[in-house]
């Protein structure tokens, strides 16, 4: 006895974290953005500076949105002076931490405030830090229940602008309170935590020689274990530093920043890589014109992704690829209008690690307001945005076969999961996982697909 299989095909954003997409929020004035965190619902928050809402000047912007890119609530904080949101984190049960820079009475020095609220954008305390001179805090996160921040401190017993290092408990009080510098100006620029235990402190240095890239490595109550400064600044005045630092699969580590490979021309965007003890063991240059790298995250068997900005003709956003030995694997653009214009198109801040493999960039783009606005895109692991297709299923053979036979239906393969569902005279049914299904039954067919 012949019959025929019914199919049918759905595709579906099956898991709502692993959606990707590229968006722009802001104002009618200008909104900058700085920092980023995803939430364990695939959900992403935002902070930066807005002039476009708040109570006057500058204002910490904070922006959540979901899984989709959808805006779920915004929050405005500071005074009537310029403040500026900085940097967060996430802490336990999704708790969100954000640091701003904020004025001191008088409005001539600095110093920082942090705030903590749930999910839903509820505040739930905030604390004043700094000295009577300038302070900024530049990176946070957290680790064991505690809170780290660093940054520079002009106060605090700095002899001039050393790293301030800042630890306090969920509740935002202090534990820690210390500064870590030398003769000259220290600043910190991010905090990474480490697979043994401690953690990385990277920034700059003027007390060796000149303006060069520092990496100190500290225990969690920041006692110095190592300092290590690496001269990458060829064109002897050029302020070489590091901004973004990461340890890898394999326990190395990789610097990124700008730079000069040379005593002419303009910066580049350098990458290092450093055994677990400091030790350099290879130096590349992006060859890009005014490339200057802001932040690396580790990618698979030592490979490692960094978002820079390449300025030639007008500023984009760049995610590169390297493998394990510095070889180049990606270089995409994102938010350049094109031409031979050199408007700021977009500028970049960070990018993290997502859920499902998926990368997280955010940056301040140019391209729809000449104010400037918030850009975030969520991407795939080759830096795809999206995915033009049309995919189908096919079948191996007749979809008229007898009793006790099969025929193959598959879909195109490389998503990240399929689930096929079975409809027949009993109901639906879960039957299959992959690209692939063997169908024995009468009944439709469907198969979900997350891309």
């Given amino acids: 006895m012949k019959y025929s299989l019914l199919i049918v095909f759905i595709l579906s954003f099956y898991i709502s974290k692993a959606q990707r997409f590229e968006k722009n929020y802001g104002g009618p004035g200008q909104e900058e953005a700085r920092d980023l965190i995803e939430l364990s619902d695939g959900s992403v928050v935002m902070v930066g500076t807005t002039q476009s809402f708040g109570a006057g000047g500058k204002d910490i912007f904070m922006l959540k949105v979901s899984s989709g890119g959808v805006v779920q609530w915004t929050r405005t904080l500071g005074s009537t002076g310029n403040d500026e949101g900085l940097a967060l984190t996430r802490g336990n049960n999704d708790e969100i931490y954000v640091a701003g820079l904020v004025p001191q009475s008088g409005g001539r020095l600095t110093d920082v405030q942090v705030f903590r609220f749930n999910t839903n954008g509820v505040q739930l305390g905030s604390m004043y830090f700094g000295s009577s001179q300038n302070d900024r805090i530049n990176d946070i996160g957290f680790k064991a229940n505690s809170l780290y921040l660093v940054g520079s401190t002009f106060g605090n017993g700095a002899l001039q602008e050393d790293i301030w290092f800042l630890k306090t408990d969920q509740a935002l009080t202090t534990t820690i309170n210390k500064n870590i510098g030398f003769a000259l100006n220290e600043s910190a620029n991010r905090i990474c935590f480490t697979s043994d235990g401690n953690l990385l402190l990277a920034g700059r240095t003027s007390s060796f020689g000149g303006n060069t890239s520092l990496v100190v490595k500290a225990n969690l109550q920041g006692d110095t274990l190592w300092t290590k400064t690496f001269d990458l600044d060829n064109r002897n005045g050029y302020n070489s530093q590091v901004k973004g630092i990461a340890e890898l699969s394999n326990q190395q580590l990789l610097i990124t920043g700008p730079g000069s490979p040379s005593s002419s021309g303009y910066t580049q965007m350098f990458h290092q890589k450093l055994s677990s003890n400091s030790t350099v063991l290879y130096t590349r240059w992006s060859g890009q014109l005014s490339d200057e790298g802001a932040d690396v995250i580790a990618g698979t068997n030592g490979a490692y992704y960094i978002l820079s900005g390449y300025c030639n003709f007008g500023c984009a956003l ?134």
């Fill in 318 to 451: 760049r995610l590169f690829k390297y493998d394990n030995a510095g070889n180049q694997l990606l270089n995409i653009p994102y938010q350049h209008g094109g031409g031979n214009a050199y408007p700021n198109y977009a500028l970049p801040s960070s990018l993290i690690a997502g859920a499902s493999k998926r990368i997280l960039i955010i940056g301040t783009t140019f391209t729809t307001d000449s104010d400037g606005d918030m850009y975030l895109a969520r991407l795939d692991s080759a830096g795809a945005v999206s995915v033009n297709f049309s995919p189908v299923i096919t079948a191996g053979a007749s979809l008229s076969i007898c009793s006790g036979d099969s025929v193959s239906l598959s879909v195109p393969g490389g998503y990240l999961a399929y689930q096929w569902f079975y409809t027949g005279s009993t109901g639906t049914n879960h039957v299959g996982n992959g690209s692939v299904l063997q169908a024995r039954s009468t009944g439709t067919y469907r198969c979900f697909i997350t891309t």
